[in-house]
């Protein structure tokens, strides 16, 4: 067995005893709120993967937290197979399964730990436990746990859907692929030997695609609950998640960028940050630097 299939069957193993507990707690919590007894199970699910993070010294673990943990959530709430459900169970899970496949495709061994994690190890010191947790780990469950909310909310609701469910379904969609075909396309470009910039692709359009479906994803799924119920409060997540990545992510990843690329700057300035936008400059190609 190679150190991939060992990795991942050691990262299953932990996500399958992180399941277990999760569901034990929704199961045996005396609390009467569901949403309150799942978000209790994924603090305490995501608590384990830290331990098994901080135990193997790889934070990276975490990872596929992000696209497993809603396909686990929303199974607590299904009641019936009827329209709405069957619609957002198709949304969430052809998003979840797709996702988690990329990471599985990413993955390379224990040994590789994210980038990201190394900075904020490198910058933290001390201090490097409390933000591994509270940073790495319990920010991205809280943040997914909240784009949840309109899922849960939906799937609690008695209210048949009207034809908007439809317009969320295909922001679900478009979104998946959106994700689907710029990870394909950096992928292809670091397989053909690509060490600079991408600028061809929907990468010409948006600096960031695979983000923007991201986002659009869990806009999506806000869409598909306001089909059954008006609570727009509950738009709350989706916009959290925006601003994670508008403040956090994108400048994160664009600064290492301009680091390592000189071009990276000058496809900045005719490249738009997130949104889909015809680039300023036409020239803009698919640059490799030497």
């Known amino acids: 067995m190679n150190e991939k299939k060992r990795g991942l069957l050691l990262i299953g193993s932990i996500y399958a005893i992180a399941i277990a507990l999760g569901v034990m707690l929704v199961v045996l919590l005396p609390l009467e709120s569901l949403i309150l007894r799942v978000a209790i199970a994924d603090v ?12 193997l010294k790889n934070s990276s673990i975490y990872d596929p937290y992000w696209s497993v943990a809603p396909m686990v959530m929303v199974l607590a709430f299904v009641r019936t197979f009827d329209l709405k459900t069957v619609l957002l169970l198709s949304a969430i899970f052809i998003w979840g399964i797709r996702l988690t496949l990329n990471w599985v495709y990413t993955f390379r061994s224990m040994e590789r730990q994210d980038w990201r994690y190394d900075h904020f190890k490198n910058i933290s010191g001390k201090a490097w436990p409390l933000v591994n947790f509270f940073g790495i780990h319990l920010m991205p469950t809280v943040v997914v746990f909240l784009a949840m909310l309109p899922a849960f909310l939906m799937l609690q609701s008695d209210a048949n859907a009207t034809g908007i469910i439809y317009l969320g379904l295909l922001m679900c969609l478009a979104a998946t692929f959106i994700q689907t075909v710029s990870d394909m396309q950096m992928h292809r470009f670091k397989a053909e030997g690509g060490s600079g910039v991408l600028a061809s692709g929907l990468w010409r359009y948006s600096r960031h695609p695979n983000y923007f479906g991201e986002i659009l994803m869990w806009f999506g799924i806000y869409v598909m609950m306001l089909s059954v119920t008006a609570q727009f409060w509950a738009g709350i997540g989706a916009l959290v998640n925006l601003a994670m990545f508008v403040f956090i992510s994108i400048p994160l990843m664009e600064n290492r960028q301009k680091g390592k690329h000189d071009a990276y700057a000058d496809y900045c300035n005719v490249t738009s940050p997130l949104l ?3 680039p300023k400059d036409d020239l803009v190609e698919n640059r490799k630097e030497a």
């Open 276 to 278: 889909f936008w015809p």
């Open 44 to 55: 305490v699910a995501t608590a384990f993967v830290f331990a098994m993070s901080t135990l």
